[in-house]
């Protein structure tokens, strides 16, 4: 199967920055779609941005122009660089990754989850 492992959490000032990470490990034959949401205490987890094959990009309304993803195919890893951070931006960030594995399978994978604190 395959396992996603999440870095770059932690506590930032307003207008600061921070960069989550997410790495694909285990028999994976290909990653198609990766992606980041987040999810805040009592809320649904939404969307935050994806990357799908070919390199297009998606972004919820209230990170555009803050966050940007990327992707090192090399690597299995997406990043979400996240600047100009707010309180609101507060919550635990999740990632994503549709992934073949070892005998043809697409599996829906999920990380762990990260959590981000945006408070001064």
């Known amino acids: 199967q395959a396992r996603l492992e999440e870095s770059g959490g932690g506590l930032v000032q307003p207008g600061g920055s921070l960069r989550l990470s997410c790495t694909a490990s285990?028999?994976?034959?290909?990653?198609?779609?990766m992606g980041w949401y987040r999810q805040c205490p009592g809320k649904q987890r939404e969307l935050v941005a994806e990357i799908i094959s070919g390199g297009n990009t998606n972004y919820a309304d209230s990170v555009k122009g803050r966050f940007t993803i990327y992707r090192d195919g090399a690597k299995n890893t997406v990043y979400l660089q996240m600047n100009s951070l707010k309180p609101e931006d507060t919550a635990v960030y999740y990632c994503?990754?549709?992934?073949?594995?070892?005998?043809?399978?697409?599996?829906?994978?999920w990380g762990q989850g990260t959590q981000v604190t945006v408070s001064s």
């Open positions: 994503n990754a549709l992934i073949l594995v070892a005998g043809l399978k697409r599996v829906d994978s």
């Open positions: 285990g028999a994976i034959l290909d990653i198609y779609n």
